[in-house]
């Protein structure tokens, strides 16, 4: 079978609004590079969004992103916050953890995640401190 006949099968696949999957992650990817853009009054790049299914039971978003610092992040924390919310219940995904991934030793972010958490994470990051180079925004272990 041709990549773009396996490619097709993709475009029937829709979500609980009706988008096509496809369409629904590229408009969030845009959505959200805008979003920060705005909040930020400087040009952000986001060149990549992934959603995905953990072996071990999580269910996550991860966003790449260049141009934005560990200080703009927090003083947005709440509005990213929300609209990380939002975006995550376009996938059915319960946003209990929301974090930044850091560049160890520099001020630049390089990626917001959303992860919800399985039975096992939940335990572990309820009593250890996640990797250093994670910062977390949101951690709602009972959720």
């Given at each position: 079978?041709?990549?773009s006949?396996?490619?097709?099968?993709?475009n029937n696949?829709n979500?609980?609004?009706?988008k096509?999957i496809?369409?629904?992650?590229?408009?969030?990817?845009r959505d959200?590079?805008?979003f920060?853009?705005n909040?930020?009054?400087?040009?952000?790049?986001?060149?990549?969004?992934?959603v995905?299914?953990?072996k071990?039971?999580?269910?996550?978003?991860?966003?790449?992103?260049?141009?934005?610092?560990?200080?703009e992040a927090?003083v947005?924390?709440?509005?990213?916050?929300k609209?990380?919310?939002?975006?995550s219940?376009n996938?059915g995904?319960n946003?209990n953890?929301i974090?930044?991934?850091?560049?160890?030793?520099?001020?630049d972010?390089i990626s917001?995640?959303?992860?919800?958490?399985?039975n096992?994470?939940r335990?572990?990051?309820?009593?250890?401190?996640?990797?250093?180079?994670?910062?977390?925004?949101?951690?709602?272990i009972?959720?």
């Open positions: 079978m041709s990549n006949n396996n490619n097709n099968k993709f696949i979500t609980a609004n009706g096509p496809k369409e629904l992650i590229k408009n969030d990817r959200f590079e805008v920060l853009s909040s930020f009054g400087k040009n952000v790049f986001i060149p990549e969004m992934d995905f299914s953990s071990c039971g999580c269910y996550g978003i991860m966003i790449m992103v260049r141009g934005v610092l560990i200080d927090d947005f924390k709440n509005r990213i916050i609209k990380l919310e939002e975006i219940n996938y995904i946003a953890w974090f930044i991934r850091i560049i160890p030793s520099s001020d972010v917001f995640g959303i992860r919800e958490l399985c096992m994470c335990e572990e990051y309820n009593s250890n401190k996640p990797r250093p180079d994670l910062i977390t925004l949101k951690l709602a009972d959720e």
